[in-house]
């Protein structure tokens, strides 16, 4: 059948990506996509940058008009419009045109849901004070805009320390307002590990952002000039001209629970790798389904725009293309968020997802390297430091994922990573990867090469390391192999000055029957100092990530 | 053997990598690093940018110095020493003291050449005007800044542009010198693909670099001012105050030869995957060895520091690490260029390279696509076009090479599709990679995943492409289905104009009997114009890249 009655349920990412492949492979078939708002097609991952007037018109956030779609696609497009309710036995969904509220029946051969997911909106009491937003769409930008766009609103509390909320703290801090996050975890970007996020905190810290960690919001309040005031669990209270509420988002069930279709075990539309729901005419695709973890495996919610947009595309094939195509591969959590000025990104699994595929019962054996490599050579002027977690099979070296923070430079090696972890490549195939250098772009050992090396030494036995965590039960001697002036601005509790130029000469003061941990700035002159001692009978080890982790896990204590 | 005697002729890059990661495994090792030159280790790839003020100091080129080799790593650094001859059957050097010009003999167990490559300095009249310079060293360096230091030198030539001659260009060019260019190619850049390299010449054009394409220089001459005087084949003359010689490289065999070590085909030690030459004792890395051809196999020349620095620590492995390493996997010839602002980079097979293999019996059948992404989301501001060609295997998709020019992200392109050549990814691969996606950083489809999308309807014959090149022979119909406004500024010659909006209402004005040929600006909305021609019956195809590839190739013609 090349001449299907297709009908699409949200028109924003993976449903106008299903809709315009779908009228490319066929031009007879009906395709008539069902948006709920007034835009189709917008740029839900800038309205952030529009608040922070970065982005400086709304039309810029429109990419595709529903006249676009009309002319370009012969798309029956029809905005402000709900589907209420879906009939699977006699394929019809029935539609409530929201402006007149008048309700309708369209019939379908296929039916495409891409309802998106919804922020989360607890029901707190005063939640529904005027000024507590939620970010989903254009109207809730209007609706912030109208408080923030003519400069009157000064002090701004977000609620949540993720991707949406760092990026609306950047942008309310960038227009200049006071910003306070408070988040319930012990650091913000939740989906780091502790020790990475650790270093988004204090920057955080240093641009002057308020944050309230390990902290729940209990209640709202209308203060006395009808500003909003935010109490929460602690007994502390924060006035705020307006509120961003941005503790994650729910995917958006209740259409498809109503008509029976399957949900999956963390609450998404459950589907298969062709997006087929439970109902063979239905698909399902973007944030709303639950998809498969291609490192691991698991189920996984991943509310992201390249995903949503191959499943939207991916139907189109499954449903005009002759030739069958391949199963969506799965998602591997690529993810990047700017906040003011730092980058952080991360791909792959986090010691924090493995965590609870373990308790899932799928246990992986494996290891972890901290580096600090710089975004370009040193010698060339603006150089930037990143600092780089690698995470990575002990039994093959199978890369599993990889966590970056940094000013510049971070999103590039992530993607590098990210492209490897797909190829199924271990960390000798970073140290080996041949990328692009001149020394305003990298350095001839790129930080993959290095994050790899380092990975490679230890899985061939040429280094041993330990992180600084384990230093709580070391009955060992730790020795700080920088030099004296670099000790005297800060050492690990109980380290001894050891340089490592001189490390040779002093080898005697040594003992041979304990555990002798270097650490240096990031432990790469640890590592020499690792090997001298391995080489002369000393039981040594290194410290992964030297002063700088020990610091940034410090900051956190 | 643990404690071996270890000599290593040149102390950078391959050398000095080679020297430390062989401290590292062996504490015991003797090892005498013997350099030339009065630095080791020193930032070649950073020269050009001393030159340009952009490093002001020369000490921040100076990576290592000899003292830190000794006494970090325990190593014998012998600067300003020659090595003038291998007596293979005793095991012995000859060194000659450069200052004294005393010599003296001196055993080894393994021998390490790492003796690089010297710019080309063929010998036309004249060149040996004191004004002449080739960029080597950091004395080259500073005989080259002693004339540029000052602000007196206000024009400078530059022979050969690949990456030493516009890497000097731009140097130049940033402290305000007027700069010409003369390369004996079509185009700069020769690495590259003539319609790729072109946009190059267009912005040294645009920069106000004088450009001497298809030219070659004849002789030198001593001004009456008493400085050089160019003549070019053509019989034109440049008048200048210094003259860069930059055309090319050639590996340092001499010592190699004299030693009856084996050359290889292109001129290069000729090296197994191990780095032995054909004595077992002795190992060669680095510019001055040949190393197998990643993707396509053959024997190739390339001087680059990431390779090189991986074949040093390659042969400590090979002779101290007890678990014999894997055989290096050979050069992909990653590389990036920035120039003036513009940056230039390329990892695998070119068209050009494919041919040469082509000639050597080595036959692939491939094809290519040309797109022109954009380097972040377009509505969010700074974002910056790129011209991206990719090539790719007919039979199975594979990835075989990709060519990127544009001011923003391109590197980071070509280092997420050099990752993705490492590990033998097709074009479905980068269709369906999970990259860093925010506005500020790149797209929901990344240029990457446009490419592979590109390719991947194309292997599926979802899209048939033509190339500018074949309009030659053309005798359908070509179509502009650009909007009028877009038309008027300039179409393909013999372009009908037939906006792709208004296409269905027009389609009978189209005969059903001749190839159809249609673009657009970057050939998306070409594409959308094929899928609506080829399904009602019209025998279609799109020309890739669109009139910007058409205005690319123009411009050379």
Not at 111 to 117: D, E, H, I, M, Y
Not at 169 to 176: C, F, K, T
Not at 445 to 473: F, R
Request: proline share 5%; glycine share 10%; net charge negative.
């Amino acid at each position: 059948m090349n001449t299907p009655k297709i009908v699409i349920v949200g028109g924003v990412a993976g449903g106008a990506s299903c809709a315009a492949r779908s009228r490319r492979l066929s031009e007879e078939a009906e395709i008539i996509m069902i948006e709920r708002g007034p835009f189709v097609s917008f740029a839900n991952c800038g309205l952030p940058y529009h608040v922070g007037e970065v982005i400086k018109e709304e039309e810029d956030l429109l990419v595709a008009s529903p006249e676009l779609f009309r002319d370009r696609f012969n798309i029956d497009v029809r905005i402000q419009c709900e589907v209420t309710k879906i009939d699977r036995e006699n394929k019809t969904v029935t539609i409530r045109k929201m402006t007149t509220g008048e309700t309708y029946d369209e019939t379908y051969d296929y039916l495409v849901l891409s309802p998106g997911a919804a922020p989360l909106r607890p029901p707190l009491p005063g939640i529904d004070h005027p000024a507590v937003f939620t970010v989903r769409n254009i109207p809730d930008i209007r609706a912030i805009k109208e408080m923030t766009g003519n400069g009157e609103a000064k002090s701004a509390v977000v609620v949540g320390g993720g991707f949406i909320g760092l990026e609306m703290a950047e942008n309310l801090h960038h227009i200049g307002m006071q910003v306070s996050v408070i988040e319930m975890a012990e650091h913000v970007m939740p989906v780091l590990d502790k020790e990475m996020a650790t270093m988004v905190n204090e920057h955080l810290d240093s641009m002057r952002v308020d944050l309230y960690l390990g902290s729940a919001v209990q209640s709202f309040e209308n203060g006395p000039d009808g500003k909003p005031l935010v109490n929460l669990a602690s007994g502390e209270q924060i006035a705020a001209d307006i509120v961003i509420m941005a503790i994650g988002v729910r995917p958006e069930t209740g259409l498809a629970k109503a008509a029976g279709l399957d949900l999956g075990p963390r609450g998404g539309i459950a589907v298969d790798g062709f997006m087929h729901t439970n109902d063979p005419n239905i698909f399902a695709v973007g944030d709303a389904v639950e998809v498969e973890g291609y490192v691991m495996g698991g189920k996984r919610l991943i509310p992201l725009a390249g995903p949503a947009n191959r499943q939207g595309r991916l139907v189109a094939d499954v449903i005009l293309n002759p030739d069958k195509p391949k199963p969506f591969r799965g998602v591997q959590g690529t993810a990047v968020c700017g906040v003011l000025g730092m980058t952080v990104a991360c791909t792959g699994e986090t010691e924090k997802s493995l965590g609870l595929m373990a308790k899932d019962g799928k246990v992986i054996e494996y290891e972890k390297v901290y580096s600090h490599p710089f975004s370009n050579a040193t010698y060339y002027p603006g150089a930037q430091q990143i600092s780089f977690k690698l995470i990575f099979a002990k039994e093959d070296g199978r890369v599993l994922g990889a966590q970056a923070v940094g000013l510049a430079g971070v999103e590039k090696r992530i993607d590098v990573v990210a492209m490897a972890i797909q190829m199924g490549a271990t960390v000798y195939d970073l140290e080996e990867a041949e990328l692009c250098y001149a020394p305003q772009y990298g350095s001839a050992k790129d930080p993959v090469n290095m994050a790899g090396m380092i990975a490679a030494n230890v899985l061939k036995g040429v280094s041993k390391i330990v992180h600084w965590p384990d230093l709580e039960n070391f009955d060992g001697i730790l020795i700080d192999v920088r030099d004296p002036e670099e000790y005297a601005t800060g050492f690990a509790e109980g380290a001894i000055n050891m340089p490592l130029d001189s490390l040779r000469k002093n080898l005697d003061s040594l003992p041979k029957d304990k555990e002798i941990w270097a650490y240096c700035y990031v432990s790469q002159r640890a590592y020499f100092a690792e090997r001298i001692l391995t080489q002369h009978g000393y039981n040594a080890k290194t410290v992964s990530g030297g002063i700088l982790s020990y610091w940034a896990a410090d900051a956190d204590a």
